[in-house]
């Protein structure tokens, strides 16, 4: 069964901070994803990683970075967190050949 | 560019009711279509997808290439079926990643 973690379900940080949240997978997939999850916009890609060290834009990085430096980890990474970045995070893993995401249980985020 | 649409944000309907999700697409090649469920604090997961053709929990969805459409149906909808349901694309053959674009969702509410 994938199992995708995230290192905070809930989280707190104050505008200018720099903030990190992680995403573990244990299915040894090449891909993963971070979105952001808003009402009425559903999810949209942050930016995603189809191998260690590789990294692509989505639709919405600005404000945004990234670090995939082992394969199960995924790391997404707010320089300086803004008010507008307050959010539902969601990662996703996907193994090669197969389409099919798994997501881990998301990291609300509040920034004040 | 890829776009999903899902015109109703909440639809409210009774249990035994039918129940549709609308959920239209514009892709310039051939894409494959997904359902994607989220169920109160549960993580968001795969419903179906059109190549598999397959009935899931009494939902189905065809691909109709011509209105680029992918609705999501059920005869006789049931209270453990309220959830959110999100449509999503996928390129076929696109670059590494073949990332996943969404719709902005859909609640649905069963009423007993």
């Known amino acids: 069964d994938v199992k995708v973690t995230q290192s905070s379900r809930y989280l707190v940080k104050r505008t200018g901070e720099k903030v990190f949240l992680e995403c573990v997978q244990d299915m040894d997939h090449e891909n993963m994803f971070w979105y952001r999850q808003d009402p009425g916009l559903g999810l949209r890609l942050i930016y995603f990683s189809y191998d260690v060290k590789m990294k692509e834009k989505g639709d919405i990085p600005e404000g945004y970075s990234v670090s995939r430096e082992k394969k199960e980890r995924f790391s997404l990474i707010l320089e300086s967190a803004s008010t507008n970045q307050t959010s539902m995070y969601l990662c996703?893993?996907?193994?090669?050949?197969?389409?099919?995401?798994?997501f881990g249980p998301g990291t609300r985020l509040t920034v004040l | 560019a890829q776009r999903v649409t899902q015109p109703e944000k909440l639809l409210s309907v009774f249990k035994g009711a039918p129940v549709e999700l609308k959920c239209n697409y514009s892709y310039s090649g051939s894409p494959e279509l997904f359902w994607y469920v989220q169920y109160s604090r549960q993580r968001l997961q795969l419903l179906l997808r059109?190549?598999s053709r397959e009935s899931i929990k009494g939902f189905t969805a065809d691909l109709n290439k011509g209105e680029t459409s992918f609705h999501l149906k059920k005869p006789f909808a049931q209270e453990e079926d309220s959830a959110m349901y999100y449509c999503?694309?996928?390129?076929?053959?696109?670059?590494?990643?073949?990332?996943?674009?969404f719709g902005g969702g859909t609640r649905v509410l069963v009423k007993p």
């Open positions: 059109h190549i």
């Open positions: 996703a893993s996907r193994g090669s050949g197969n389409n099919e995401q798994f």
């Open positions: 999503a694309l996928s390129g076929v053959g696109q670059a590494a990643g073949n990332k996943l674009t």
